[in-house]
Every structure is written in structure tokens, then in C-alpha cells.
């Protein structure tokens, strides 16, 4: 059993997200955010963080 003491918001990412949505229970569905296209959260987090690496050193 899942239990979660406070919490604003639950973001579920990943290739599972889609899938692990049906099994959170019904009083966390209210708080809870799955991104679109999801399966490729980790990706895009990897890049935003190259390109501000990048950016920051031709500073």
C-alpha cells in the first residue's frame, strides 16, 4: 500500500508512467501528473542540461 504523508503534486515520468497510472490509488489521482510523452522525460531532462551547460561556458 502506498502512503504519502504531504504532497503538493505526484509526477510520474517514464516509459512505465502510462501503466503505473491505473494502479495509484483513486485519492491521489486528483495530485497527480504524468507528462506528455513521458517515455522520454529522462531524455529531455538529460538535454535541458546539456544545452545549459553549454550555454553557461561560451559565457
Keep these: 500500500m502506498i502512503k ?6 505526484i509526477i510520474v515520468a517514464g516509459g512505465g508512467a502510462y501503466h503505473l497510472k491505473d ?4 485519492r ?4 497527480t ?3 506528455a510523452y513521458s517515455e522520454f ?3 529531455r ?3 535541458y542540461i546539456m544545452q545549459n551547460q553549454i550555454n553557461s561556458k561560451g559565457q
Excluded at 504519502?4 to 503534486?9: A, E, G, V, W
Excluded at 491521489?28 to 495530485?31: A, E, F, H, K, L
Aim: overall charge neutral.
Design 4 to 9: 504519502i504523508k504531504k504532497s503538493d503534486i
Design 23 to 26: 494502479y495509484l490509488p483513486e
Design 28 to 31: 491521489y489521482s486528483n495530485i
Design 33 to 35: 501528473y504524468i507528462p
Design 41 to 43: 522525460s529522462n531524455a
Design 45 to 47: 531532462g538529460f538535454f
